[in-house]
Nanobody, 121 residues
Framework: QVQLVESGGGLVEAGGSLRLSCVATGSIFSIDAMGWYRQAPGKQRELVARISGAFTNYADSVKGRFAISRDNAKNTVYLQMNSLKPEDTAVYYC????????????????WGQGTQVTVSS
């Protein structure tokens, strides 16, 4: 079984910063892309940032403010969020493409349970 567990969410004032972490655990053979998505009330889930190897991509709304990184040795992906705005308020979900020891070479997509980020004005 594979699990993704996020942490680091919370309440912050506009202009502040938060750092989200997501660790993947279980019978992991390899991890390909990892990313962060968010879903605000009444809206669809959207991509925030994604990292695959040396390549990263970001939603236009967070470019220059957010930075995604990963520690492969720890199976962990991070999202550093700076200059936060009230419109960044959402549940943030970690996402990863993982192949397990049982099914090497087969990538499946896993999701974390989400962590709430609330930015007050």
């Amino acid at each position: 079984q594979v699990q993704l567990v996020e942490s680091g969410g919370g309440l912050v004032e506009a202009g502040g910063s938060l750092r989200l972490s997501c660790v993947a655990t279980g019978s992991i053979f390899s991890i390909d892309a990892m990313g962060w998505y968010r879903q605000a009330p009444g809206k669809q889930r959207e991509l925030v940032a994604r990292i695959s190897g040396a390549f990263t991509n970001y939603a236009d709304s967070v470019k220059g403010r957010f930075a995604i990184s990963r520690d492969n040795a720890k199976n962990t992906v991070y999202l550093q969020m700076n200059s936060l705005k009230p419109e960044d308020t959402a549940v943030y979900y970690c996402n990863a493409a993982i192949s397990t020891v049982q099914y090497m070479g087969v990538l499946n997509i896993y999701w974390g349970q989400g962590t709430q980020v609330t930015v007050s004005s």
